[in-house]
Each structure stands twice: as C-alpha cells, then as structure tokens.
C-alpha cells in the first residue's frame, strides 16, 4: 500500500488549496477514504472522509462548508479541496484508507500571513 499526498504549501489567512492523495497497491475503488490532519503538539484528527463510490462525505465540524472532500476512481486518487483557510487549518495532512493500517508521508499546510 502507497499513499502519497502532495499539493501543501504556505497560504495567507482566506486562500485556498488543493491536496491530492495517491494511492497504490490496493483496490481503492472498494475503500472509504479519509484525510487528517496533525498539528504541532497536537494528536492527529479526521478532517474529512468519503465513501467508496463517493456518494456520502463526512466532515468534521471545524472545516465544514470551507473544505470538500472528493475522489476519482479511475485515476486512483483523492482529493481535498480547502476554502477560506484559517491559521489553525495549519497542519500536516494525511490520507488514510478506512480499514488499512497505513499512512502516507503527509503534506504541509502553513496559513499565515
């Protein structure tokens, strides 16, 4: 299993930012995925997570209404599309699939101005 996120980067206060999560070595079409989120001196959180097919999503209270959770099944991948950044949005952002006990090497995300 390989998971691999990317598309983190510093961000002012309101902007917005794409992240991707790659996966391989697993059926993903057949998982429930999920993003967190770790924070400096912080435990690691669910931020958002979708269905297999992509039909339900599930936010946590904190992002609601400024982050969408998406995926593409024929091209492996998921995304999460985040919106009118905050600074404690600031944080190392993973994916994970539901059920596999296995972790990608996470992406930064810094909001600051």
């Known amino acids: 299993v390989q998971l691999v996120e990317s598309g983190g980067g510093l961000v002012q206060p309101g902007g917005s930012l794409r992240l991707s999560c790659a996966a391989s070595?697993?059926?993903?079409?057949?998982?429930?995925m999920n993003w967190y989120r770790q924070a400096p001196g912080k435990e690691r959180e669910l931020v958002a997570g979708?269905?297999?097919?992509?039909?339900?999503?599930n936010y946590a209270d904190s992002v609601k209404g400024r982050f969408t959770i998406s995926r593409d099944n024929s091209k492996d991948t998921m995304y999460l599309q985040m919106n009118n950044l905050r600074p404690e949005d600031t944080a190392v952002y993973y994916c994970?699939?539901?059920?596999?006990?296995?972790w990608g090497q996470g992406t930064q995300v810094t909001v600051s101005s």
């Open positions: 994970k699939a539901s059920g596999i006990a296995s």
């Open positions: 070595g697993f059926t993903f079409s057949r998982y429930g």
């Open positions: 979708i269905s297999s097919v992509g039909g339900i999503s």
